[in-house]
């Protein structure tokens, strides 16, 4: 609480008495801000479209400080976050003069203090109460009385994107007394950190872009979003706009086309300042489909209008330099997520008084009517679209300020992720339109400008190295890439573009990707693979049973009719993954039509987790048409067993060459079984079958069995895992084994086999005319007593190479009577897993032995076993040994520390064969991070993949391993050790 020594006691109890229950103050702010609150200045017109939008925000205010229904809390600080231009700081104003005409937090709050960022961005040095004074009566206080109840207090901090603060002062250095002369910043800071006034409650404003910047100011913050207009706002507010309904119709169906451009206008000044640029369009004769056709091509018409003569006049038009400079100062606007400019950023920009008044003429600029010396767009796009601009009349610039030169190399552009950088995406797309050469010369003669075209040979040079980068592609990075080629509308660039790319990766999750997806892989003629998803918005289109006329006037339908056709127009594509789609039975349709067309040359087709409403006859049928289709993936989807009855029927026919079908999860029972059986003696092609996690119990591998034993039986890999299957389907499964000479991979996993179960399998592998290479026993429930059966086995088997017997209760006992298998001449096992076979540091002394004796063992995983240090040092002895040609090594938490990094520095030294081994889930510290480093820098070791996670280490261990990195540029340091090179455990899902 401040002092109040200024005053007499007597002056004192006047001011009281004067004050009241703050009346005059209400007066006041209701005079200042009704002005503001002009509900034209939020919509436009037409005048009476803003009545319902107001009540729905009038709902959304009165709403925004109650109860928390789940955690029944009252939130102390709401964060109202929005579009530019959507109309925070319009609502915010009406709250202020909602509460001082007793219409809004009567209850709640005594007293509403407003902060505009504009303002506060010009003041200096001052207290707090100064600040919150500026609008208060010169007869009212006084303001001790008031700031004794902060918990009745609101403070709402307008635009806080806006604020030229960095926010960096530690919390403890902050202010607490608000009578205390400070920086504004300083005040801000302590503000809305809660360190003054803790108990008032802030409502503050901002756009999406700075919310990382003011989440970590804030404690238990509730955050509402201002999404603008609906879609069927937007289609009211342009059919009122227009008085002619024709024209409506026109300019509403051209922006709807445009998934993007229709987004735009949920803002409601954007939607005002499109259809005015319309009507004059169209008043012209003007087409306002193909203007409505790109962001850019509207923008560039837009912005081409600012500078279009008026009833005859010549006014000025700027000059190459002036527009350069202004260009110039948007674009470091964008980067740096300014949007209001004062005379000093014009002047160090080199824009003069008169310079601007050209802007300003033009309406390119405006000055800010209420603060001072501030100067904004006309809108946030204007600025991207003249930021954009920047680049292609770049030529020749000469640099005013040294410090910005960072942004004006295009290649960060280029390279900024619109996950990280999303204030950069729209400026990104804008520059990407600006190839376009119509567009170009269009600005050239309105703006009487020269601009510059030698961008894209920039722009496709960074394209080929990203098209050749191992961390491209994600889902993100290719549908922004396809969003800003869209904007080119040049066929010829985009398929320049894409050229170096072979897979792309694409989640269509609203309608506009689809959109630019469609259009943008009919120019990818040299994509391999290409993965899709289809959710959200265009799901419940694409989901409908109507006629395709009736959707969405065909404008859906249209763009999935042009993706599917990638099917065939794509004569190099060959891979194609459809997943995670909830697709209607009329866009499925258009599908298969287009896999059955004569010209896909489609191999590889994985339709994952997708409803199928027709049934799976239409897939059936691609089988039979397509003969080019040999791998078939239908994981997760619910076929059931009459799907799998039709898919039987394809594979016996004699036009089918499908060679690898996956049935994983498909809800298949023990029914389906015998259709399965009949189709593997009818298949001439099948090779590979995956059932796993299916509810085939005993009963339905029984049916299998049957087919599998006999001689006309094709296939040579199976897995069953998680299929229910015990120990009584395993004398049949064995026979079968024996009996079919071509199956060579089988995966037991994750089924309880047991000890007795093992007996059969090992049976099998005795067997002279068993023929299997690769084994997965993972999960199967069998103990040491299995030892024995497996060991015998390995030294009869003469075929088997790999063998995983990860997740069983194997212990120390187990492995030593395997590793007397492993060691002998006769055992030609190359890759062994023993993963979570509870082991620790005393079976390392076989395994050693094993490891020397054993010359065809090239892959070990030991992981998850309790081996710490010792059992390192014991197998480090066999791995620095001449006769070891151990290639992988897997020793992921095995409760390792620093101590067990000089034996394994030695080993890396010394044996040149080994070149993987994964080290994850152990805390090695820094010191043994310091000692693996170096010898990883040594051309000694032959190391191709480390595998640590990085997060895991202290930022001085991190920098070390990026160091290696550097310096050793063969070498792969991976958190995520899935290695489906090495068949480490994924070999049998027939992927």
């Not at 999303?422 to 003669?445: A, I, R, Y």
Request: hydrophobic residues 35%.
């Amino acid at each position: 609480m401040g002092p109040d020594d200024a005053r007499t006691q007597e002056e004192q109890d006047g001011q009281e008495t004067v004050q009241g229950d703050g009346t005059e103050y209400r007066i006041q702010i209701k005079e200042k801000f009704c002005i503001m609150w002009d509900k034209k200045s939020l919509f436009g017109e037409p005048e009476d479209f803003h009545l319902g939008v107001a009540q729905e925000h009038q709902e959304l205010l009165e709403h925004l400080f109650d109860v928390d229904v789940k955690t029944g809390e009252q939130p102390q600080t709401v964060v109202l976050q929005g579009a530019a231009g959507v109309g925070k700081t319009t609502l915010v104003r009406k709250a202020i003069v909602d509460w001082a005409q007793g219409n809004l937090y009567q209850q709640r709050f005594s007293y509403v203090f407003y902060f505009n960022a504009r303002e506060i961005n010009q003041l200096r040095e001052q207290s707090f109460v100064q600040m919150i004074s500026k609008d208060w009566p010169s007869r009212e206080g006084p303001i001790e009385r008031i700031m004794s109840e902060p918990s009745s207090l609101l403070f709402i901090i307008d635009s806080f994107d806006e604020l030229n603060f960095a926010f960096e002062e530690p919390e403890f250095v902050l202010c607490e007394d608000w009578t205390q002369v400070h920086p504004v910043s300083f005040l801000m800071s302590s503000l809305l950190r809660k360190v003054m006034l803790p108990e008032s409650s802030l409502l503050v404003t901002t756009r999406p872009t700075a919310c990382k910047k003011l989440k970590p100011l804030l404690k238990n913050q509730r955050s509402v979003e201002l999404l603008g207009m609906s879609e069927s706002a937007r289609k009211e507010y342009i059919y009122q706009f227009f008085e002619d309904k024709k024209r409506a119709f026109q300019v509403f169906n051209s922006l709807r086309s445009n998934e993007k451009l229709f987004s735009m206008c949920k803002v409601p000044l954007v939607c005002c300042a499109i259809c005015t640029y319309l009507d004059q369009q169209m008043e012209m004769g003007g087409d306002v489909s193909l203007t409505c056709k790109t962001t850019t091509t509207l923008f560039t018409c837009y912005i081409s209008s600012f500078f279009a003569p008026v009833d005859g006049s010549c006014t000025s038009i700027p000059n190459q330099s002036q527009l350069r400079s202004l260009c110039h100062l948007a674009a470091r606007g964008v980067w740096t997520l300014t949007s209001v400019f004062y005379r000093e950023d014009l002047r160090k920009h080199g824009l003069t008084k008169s310079d601007v008044s050209i802007f300003l003429d033009r309406n390119i600029l405006q000055k800010d009517t209420e603060y001072e010396n501030c100067y904004v767009f006309t809108h946030l796009h204007v600025q991207e679209f003249l930021a954009a601009m920047f680049y292609v009349l770049k030529d020749n610039w000469e640099t005013r300020d040294r410090s910005l030169q960072s942004f004006e190399d295009v290649k960060l552009l280029l390279e900024a992720n619109s996950g990280q950088d999303p204030h950069l995406t729209q400026m990104k797309c804008f520059l990407f339109g600006l190839l376009n050469e119509d567009l170009v010369k269009q600005l050239e003669t309105t703006l009487n400008c020269t601009m510059s075209l030698e961008i894209k040979g920039k722009i496709l040079q960074w394209l080929e190295i990203l098209g050749k980068s191992e961390h491209f592609p994600t889902q993100l990075e290719f549908l922004e890439l396809f969003l800003c080629l869209y904007e080119t509308q040049d066929e010829a660039f985009i398929s320049q573009a894409m050229k170096p790319f072979q897979k792309a990766v694409i989640d269509v999750c609203e309608k506009v990707h689809l959109l630019v997806s469609s259009f943008c892989l009919k120019h990818c003629q040299y994509l391999r693979a290409v993965k899709l998803s289809v959710t959200v918005s265009c799901e419940t289109m694409l989901n409908s049973s109507r006629p395709a006329a009736l959707w969405d006037d065909g404008h859906i339908t249209h763009c999935w009719q042009d993706l599917c056709s990638v099917l065939h127009t794509n004569e190099h594509l060959r891979e194609l993954e459809l997943c995670h789609s909830n697709l209607g039975e009329l866009a499925m349709k258009t599908f298969y039509q287009e896999l059955r067309h004569p010209n896909c040359k489609l191999q590889k087709l994985l339709l994952r987790f997708l409803s199928f409403p027709g049934g799976c006859q239409d897939i059936a049928n691609s089988l039979i048409d397509n003969q080019n289709l040999m791998h078939l993936d239908l994981k997760g989807s619910d076929i059931g067993d009459n799907g799998v009855k039709s898919l039987c029927e394809a594979l016996k026919h004699p036009e089918c060459k499908l060679q690898n079908l996956s049935l994983e999860s498909c809800n298949l029972t023990t029914v389906c079984c015998l259709n399965i059986s009949k189709a593997l003696l009818r298949s001439q092609s099948l090779r590979f079958l995956n059932l796993s996690t299916n509810h085939l119990l005993d009963d339905g591998i029984k049916l299998l069995c049957e087919a599998l034993g006999h001689p006309k039986c094709h296939l040579e890999r199976l897995s069953l895992e998680s299929c229910g299957l015990t120990v009584a389907g395993c004398e049949d499964l064995s026979l079968a084994v024996i009996n079919n000479k071509r199956l060579t991979h089988l995966c037991l996993a994750d089924n309880i086999l047991g000890d007795d179960g093992i007996k059969f399998v090992t049976d099998a592998l005795k067997n002279p005319q068993c023929n299997l290479q690769s084994l997965v026993l993972r999960r199967c429930h069998f103990t040491s007593l299995s030892g024995e059966h497996l060991s015998s086995a390995l030294l009869c088997n003469r075929s088997l190479t790999h063998l995983d017997l990860g997740s069983n209760w194997l212990q120390d006992d187990g492995v030593k009577l395997l590793c007397d298998a492993f060691q002998h001449p006769s055992c030609h096992l190359q890759k062994l897993a023993l993963l979570g076979c509870a082991l620790t540091s005393t079976c390392c002394l076989d395994l050693a032995s094993a490891i020397l004796n054993n010359t065809h063992l090239r892959s070990l995983d030991l992981g998850h076993n309790d081996l710490q240090d010792y059992g390192v040092k014991v197998l480090s002895e066999a791995l620095r040994h001449p006769n070891c040609n151990i290639e992988r090594l897997g020793l992921e938490y095995c409760g390792l520390t620093s101590l067990c990094c000089q034996d394994l520095s030695s080993v890396l030294r010394s044996n040149q064969n080994l070149i993987k081994i994964n080290l994850r889930q152990n805390t090695l510290g820094h010191e043994g991070v310091m000692k693996l480093c170096e010898v990883l820098r040594s051309p000694e070791c032959k190391l191709k993949v480390l595998g640590v996670c990085k997060e895991a280490f202290d930022e001085e261990s991190r920098k070390l391993l990026e160091a290696v990195q550097v310096s050793n540029p063969h070498l792969i340091i991976k958190h995520d050790y899935t290695d489906h090179n090495d068949e480490d455990g994924s070999w049998w899902r027939c992927t």
